[in-house]
């Protein structure tokens, strides 16, 4: 079979497609699929950058990059299909559960954990971007109340532009999106309310939004907003969103540098546990403080649920994937590595996805 390799740490020049052996026996806990889509991630290009190796770097090299997918199941490997939900033949989509590695082969070993099967009317790229980024939009979505005003941080990328969706079936009150395309986030299906270009507007400076009404929530999908309103707290000059205690909250699902390093669990737990503990906690108790009260929110504790009622909403056509207009990508050394090369980039309009062929394509 054809199979994406990383042949070492660095960057998306050290990807190719080569011809594999096909998986000879299937671990327990396990399922065979032939892949026809896989959706990327951050995690992707952060497990090829090695700047997390210590913790979650493949366990040797070359190594199978790609994590969220969509295929037809091959073999179950002695799991119960009444547990499942699906049985061989059955199109499924599926998040990753160990680490974002694996999928992208002809034939993929995945778990059955959190894995759905598709409906006949979602593509299956759409399946694979709606898996990942959907699940963790709508997981988010349930955060915020339907008489709230929004600001969302990256509106254009891959969990933003299904947040967007859920807010608006929800019937959230003003949502306003920021991205270097903000056209396009006024127009189907993502459909904001107001947009700004980051490029060339303050977005913390609310006249720039032409109104006077501070907004009840800041969802931040770039890391990189809550250092400067931490800079404008100390002379009360926050303006954007509400404070704690007037109910403003600011929700984030990465730290504040994106491609962080992790040198061990130490740092993982400095970065994703303390770090968010300490802001958690000085922004709803310092009665002085200008701040929005901090949640990190990123885990969705593999719920299954969100992926039902994704692929529910999405058979009804009430969600809408949202994929990079230059994809999905082909699945070819050329293709895979410039797929790769904007997920580095972060500067991609929905989700990042590569096709992959059948063994007669």
Not at 63 to 81: E, L, R
Not at 83 to 107: M, Y
Not at 215 to 242: A, N
Not at 327 to 347: L, M
């Amino acid at each position: 079979m054809r199979a994406v390799q990383a042949t070492d740490y660095g960057s998306h020049l050290n990807l190719s497609v080569n011809t594999i052996p096909e998986p000879m026996t299937i671990p327990k806990g396990k399922i065979l699929i032939q892949t026809q889509a896989v959706a990327l991630a951050p995690g992707d290009a952060r497990v090829l950058s090695g700047k997390c190796k210590a913790l979650n770097g493949p366990p040797s090299f070359p190594y199978i990059p790609g994590g969220d997918s969509c295929g037809i199941v091959k073999d179950m490997g002695g799991n119960d299909p009444a547990i499942c939900g699906f049985d061989v033949g059955d199109r499924i989509a599926a998040r990753f559960t160990e680490g974002p590695r694996g999928a992208l082969a002809q034939n993929a070993l995945i778990s059955p954990k959190m894995a759905y099967i598709v409906p006949d009317n979602v593509l299956s790229e759409d399946a694979a971007a709606l898996a990942s980024s959907a699940s963790i939009a709508l997981h988010l979505s349930r955060r915020i109340k339907k008489d709230e005003r929004v600001l969302i941080l990256g509106a254009g990328g891959g969990v933003g532009s299904h947040l967007c969706q859920f807010l608006r079936l929800k019937g959230v009150q003003y949502i306003a999106g920021v991205s270097s395309d903000p056209d396009s986030l006024m127009k189907e299906p993502i459909s904001c309310h107001n947009a700004l270009d980051y490029n060339k507007k303050d977005i913390l400076d609310l006249k720039e939004w032409g109104t006077d009404v501070p907004f009840d929530v800041i969802v931040d999908l770039c890391s990189c907003v809550w250092p400067r309103l931490l800079e404008q707290s100390r002379s009360k000059s926050i303006t954007v969103v509400k404070s704690a205690k007037e109910g403003g909250r600011y929700l984030t699902t990465t730290p504040d540098e994106p491609w962080f390093q992790l040198n061990g669990i130490g740092g993982a737990l400095g970065l994703f546990m303390f770090t968010p503990l300490w802001r958690a906690m000085k922004s709803r108790l310092w009665k002085s403080s200008s701040l929005p009260a901090f949640t990190f929110a990123m885990s969705i504790d593999n719920d299954l649920g969100l992926m039902e009622e994704v692929f529910s909403l999405a058979h009804e056509n009430k969600l809408k994937a949202c994929i990079d207009h230059r994809g999905p990508f082909d699945f070819t050394t050329e293709g895979v590595q410039e797929a790769f090369k904007i997920q580095e980039s972060r500067h991609y309009e929905g989700k990042v996805v590569i096709r992959v062929p059948m063994d007669s394509e």
